[in-house]
C-alpha cells in the first residue's frame, strides 16, 4: 500500500513532555529553540503555562499509518495575553453578538513574538487536525501566531484567514565586524551610534555569558529585571521564577546573557536564545535607569554578537520604530485565523483586510526612514 493511501489519525497529548521526542525531533528538527521540546517542557514543568495561567498545553500530531508526519505546538486559550498578535476586539464583538470566544485554539511560542515554523511537517494534515479539534468542541476559532509566509498561503488555500504585522529584524549584509555594519549607515547614523554606545557604557561592565558561563546568580539577577519590566509592561510577569532558574540546564548554549554591572553588581540585563542561523531578543530588564543602556544591551550588542558568530539574523521581539535607527529592517509577519461560523468570520476578513492596506502603509514609512547610506553618499 502507498503511504499516500495509509489511513491518518490525530494525537492529542496533555503535555510537551509527555511527546515523543523521536518524533517531535524529527518534525520541528534542530535549531529553533522555541520549538525545542525541552524548553516548551521547561514552560510546563515552572508553571510558566498549565493550569491557572489561561495556557492549556494541547500538542496536536497527526499520523499516516503509524509515522507521525505532522505536528502542532498548540494550546487551549482561556484569553488572549501573551500572544501579540491582538484579538481582543474581535472576542469583544463575538460576545456582544452572544457568542463564546474563550477557549479558543492557539498555535504558537507561549509568550514568544519570534517568527518561525509552526505547522511542523505536512501543512494540510496540520490544519485539519486544528479545524477538526475546533469544530468537535464548540470552540471559536484557532490562530497559528508569526508563522512563515509559506505557511500562511498553505492555510489561506483552505479559506484560514491571513493577517500581516510588522516587526524589524536585522540582517547580516556578509558584515566582518560591527565597524563594517556601522560603514553601511549615513555619517550621522553612525557618529550617533557611537555616541549612543560610549554613554551607555559609561562606568559599567558589560559581561557576555553563554550556557554553563551563566551561573545562578546571574539569573536570579535576570529573573529581578524581568519582574521589573513585566510588572510594568502585562500587570504581571508571564514567566516564573522555576522558569529562569532551569534555563541553562535545559537549554545549554542557546541560551545567551549580555550583563551590565556597576562595581560588580548586575544592573541591566538582556536575555537572548541562540538558533540555528538566527539570535533571537527576548527580555531586558534593569534597576537602575542609564541611558542608552537598553539600546547597547538588547540591540548593538546582538547585532555584535551575531556578525562575530556568523548568524544572518537578529529578531528583537515585537514593534519598536526605534530600531530603524540602530539598523534594524521591517519585515512582514505573518499569522492564520479559523473561525467556522460564517458571518463572524466575514466580518473580521473585512476588519483584517483594512489594517492589511495600515500595515503597508507603515512599511512603506518604515523603509523610507532607514538609516543606511544611500549610494556615493558619507
Known amino acids: 500500500m502507498a503511504e499516500a493511501d495509509l489511513e491518518m489519525t490525530a494525537r492529542i497529548a496533555g503535555a510537551f513532555a509527555e511527546v515523543d521526542a523521536a518524533d517531535w525531533l524529527r518534525l520541528a528538527g534542530e535549531g529553533d529553540p522555541f520549538l525545542d521540546q525541552r524548553f516548551l ?4 514543568s515552572s508553571g510558566s503555562v498549565g493550569a491557572g495561567t489561561g495556557w492549556q498545553p494541547l500538542p496536536l500530531l497527526v499520523d499516516r499509518g503509524d509515522r507521525a508526519i505532522s505536528a502542532l505546538p498548540a494550546y487551549l486559550k482561556f484569553h488572549s495575553q501573551g500572544e501579540y498578535v491582538f484579538d ?16 479558543k485554539l492557539q498555535v504558537s511560542v507561549p509568550f514568544s513574538p519570534v517568527v518561525g515554523r509552526r505547522l511542523l511537517g505536512e501543512f494540510d494534515p496540520a490544519l485539519a487536525v486544528a479545524e477538526t479539534v475546533v469544530q ?19 492555510g489561506a488555500r483552505r479559506g484560514w484567514i491571513p493577517r500581516i504585522g510588522l516587526q524589524f529584524h536585522w540582517h547580516n549584509r556578509g558584515y566582518g565586524s560591527f565597524e563594517d555594519f556601522l560603514a553601511a549607515l549615513s555619517s550621522r547614523k553612525r557618529k550617533a551610534i557611537r555616541k549612543e554606545r560610549e554613554r551607555a557604557c559609561q562606568g559599567l561592565k558589560i559581561v557576555t555569558k553563554r550556557g554553563a558561563e551563566i551561573q545562578s546568580a546571574d539569573m536570579d539577577a535576570m529573573w529581578g529585571f524581568y519582574q521589573d519590566t513585566g510588572s510594568r509592561k502585562w500587570g504581571r510577569p508571564y514567566l516564573t521564577e522555576a522558569f529562569f532558574a532551569g534555563l541553562v540546564e ?28 538566527t539570535l533571537y531578543g527576548r527580555y531586558w530588564g534593569c534597576v537602575e535607569d542609564v541611558p542608552f543602556l537598553h539600546f547597547e544591551l538588547s540591540y548593538h550588542r546582538a547585532i555584535e554578537w551575531a556578525i562575530d558568530h556568523g548568524l544572518s539574523t537578529v529578531q528583537a521581539g515585537a514593534q519598536g520604530e526605534h530600531k530603524l535607527a540602530r539598523g534594524y529592517e521591517p519585515v512582514i509577519t505573518h499569522s492564520l485565523h479559523y473561525i467556522p461560523d460564517r458571518g463572524f468570520r ?19 514609512w518604515a523603509r523610507a526612514a532607514l538609516p543606511f547610506r544611500q549610494s556615493g553618499s558619507p
Request: charged residues 20%; glycine residues 10%; negative net charge.
Open 41 to 44: 517542557a521547561l514552560l510546563e
Open 88 to 103: 481582543h476586539g474581535w472576542a469583544d464583538a463575538w460576545e456582544r453578538a452572544g457568542g463564546q470566544y474563550y477557549p
Open 136 to 154: 468537535s468542541n464548540g470552540l471559536s476559532s484557532a490562530h497559528v501566531t508569526f508563522c512563515t509566509e509559506a505557511e500562511a498561503d498553505a
Open 250 to 277: 535545559a537549554m545549554g548554549d542557546a541560551v545567551l546573557l549580555f550583563l551590565a554591572t556597576r562595581d560588580g553588581a548586575p544592573i541591566a540585563g538582556a536575555l537572548n536564545f541562540v538558533g540555528k542561523d
Open 346 to 364: 466575514e466580518a473580521v476578513r473585512d476588519a483584517v483586510n483594512r489594517e492589511m492596506a495600515a500595515v503597508h502603509q507603515e512599511l512603506d
